[in-house]
């Protein structure tokens, strides 16, 4: 006979051992498959400061790896494995992965999202050495500078607004000549006195060596180059779900979200979406931390009534 977990856990970031934490202190037998390192898309912060209980801040791969010691001091274990395919319908749910096959009673996906990138030469290189992906995450790196967003829709305006009350100047890049974001941005950017816009705009090289030190512009009408001096870059061109293995067996949004309320519950029963692989409103460490602890909350209220 085949182990059955109580509960798998796809992906070892915040949401994911969260929920594992919560479950095993539940007394549900709990598995964590990560592919890669514990962390998720957290590992990739070299400092995070906006999650409590950190007053200095703490490094985002040593915060990951605090996670699963809390949850494996419970009895989560953890399988550094790639799920090759899953089949989330009735009893029990299967995950094929690259270390064999695992059942499970519940699952719950956390995956994640990662950013888009713009695509430019040196991008990877320099990430983390002016450039960034996350506002809410990075932009105290560079309070009293002057740094450029790219990117047209909510995210984008979102970000620039909140930069605009750190740094000294703040450039929003966009290959159109309007943005698309909702109404309701627009008045707050047009009225920020430091925030500018260079419209019909692509970036189509990263300067400096060390660190970005500024970016060269190409005007998408007039196909001509320029070269603006900026200390940082945010790239807000949106997000690509981790949802490739789900589709057909969890209902997604247009964006390929799960969709899963505040429950974290999807549309098939025993399987939950937590973090920044479900719709939602805002993704940061902390609110995949609940959504955490919400998915094992009503994965072990399932497990009640389903045997």
Not at 9 to 30: F, N, S
Not at 36 to 59: C, H, K, R, W
Not at 125 to 138: E, S
């Amino acid at each position: 006979m085949e182990h059955i977990y109580d509960m798998i856990v796809i992906g070892g970031g915040p949401g994911g051992y969260t929920a594992a934490l919560y479950a095993t202190r539940a007394g549900l037998d709990t598995l964590v498959l990560e592919k890669l390192s514990v962390g998720g898309q957290m590992a990739q912060t070299t400092q995070i400061d906006n999650y409590p209980g950190f007053d200095e801040g703490i490094d985002g791969f040593e915060l990951g790896e605090k996670m699963q010691a809390g949850a494996e001091r419970f009895g989560a274990k953890t399988e550094l494995a790639e799920v090759h395919a899953v089949h989330l319908a009735g009893q029990p749910k299967r995950i094929e992965t690259s270390e064999g096959t695992f059942f499970a009673k519940t699952v719950v996906i956390a995956t994640g999202a990662g950013h888009r990138p713009l695509g430019v030469g040196r991008e990877a290189q320099m990430t983390g050495r002016g450039i960034a992906y996350c506002a809410a995450c990075d932009g105290m790196f560079f309070r009293g500078k002057t740094v450029a967003v790219v990117g047209g829709g909510n995210s984008a305006a979102a970000d620039a607004l909140l930069l605009s009350r750190i740094c000294k100047q703040v450039i929003l890049i966009h290959r159109r000549d309007s943005l698309r974001a909702t109404k309701i941005y627009h008045d707050p950017l047009m009225q920020a006195e430091n925030i500018s816009f260079r419209w019909n705009s692509t970036v189509e090289q990263l300067l400096g060596e060390e660190r970005i030190s500024g970016v060269r512009l190409r005007d998408t009408v007039t196909g001509g180059t320029a070269d603006l001096a900026v200390d940082g870059l945010f790239v807000s061109i949106g997000r690509s779900p981790e949802t490739a293995l789900f589709a057909g067996q969890v209902e997604l949004d247009s964006g390929g979200y799960i969709v899963a309320d505040e429950s974290t519950r999807t549309d098939v029963p025993g399987v939950f979406a937590v973090g920044d692989v479900r719709t939602k409103a805002v993704r940061q460490v902390i609110t995949a931390a609940a959504d955490g602890a919400v998915a094992a909350h009503y994965a072990e209220q399932y497990l009640a009534e389903n045997g």
